[in-house]
């Protein structure tokens, strides 16, 4: 049984979120920088069967991709080139900035840790996956 990944990619950093053997809970692991994405996902399927990505998209409140695809799209490409074998579903990525920032401050995340990004993008990569999750079921 393989697991699902999800990004939620920035123009600098990428945060990562996976789920369990189950595809039940999503879990942050970590953010990357977005040019690592590729080698993380290779080295990650060394050890783990990955099932599918999930790829936060931002758009807008028209439904309308946002100015942000223009580097996100970039990247879908070349992760369907380098993993063919690999499924990648889109998923709205919509508040989860906003969604990721309140979890924070309801889990008693201190002031100054919540100005960390990479956290943020972390958070962020779980509520996209745990959403696509949610919906699968």
Do not use: C, W
Not at 34 to 44: G, R
Not at 66 to 73: D, H, L, W
Not at 118 to 126: F, G, K, V
């Amino acid at each position: 049984m393989g697991r699902i990944l999800a990004l939620d990619v920035g123009r600098k950093r990428t945060g990562i979120a996976i789920s369990d053997p189950l595809k039940m809970i999503a879990n942050g692991i970590k953010t990357v920088g977005t040019a690592e994405v590729e080698a993380f996902i290779a080295n990650y399927t060394k050890t783990e069967n990955l099932e599918a990505l999930v790829i936060g998209y931002p758009k807008q409140m028209n439904n309308q991709p946002s100015e942000a695809v223009k580097y996100i799209n970039p990247l879908i490409n070349r992760l369907k080139k380098v993993f063919p074998e690999i499924p990648i579903h889109l998923a709205d990525e919509r508040f989860t900035s906003v969604l990721a920032h309140r979890a924070m401050i309801e889990g008693g995340v201190k002031k100054k840790d919540r100005q960390n990004k990479a956290l943020a993008d972390t958070i962020s990569a779980a509520i996209i996956l745990q959403s696509f999750l949610d919906y699968q079921k």
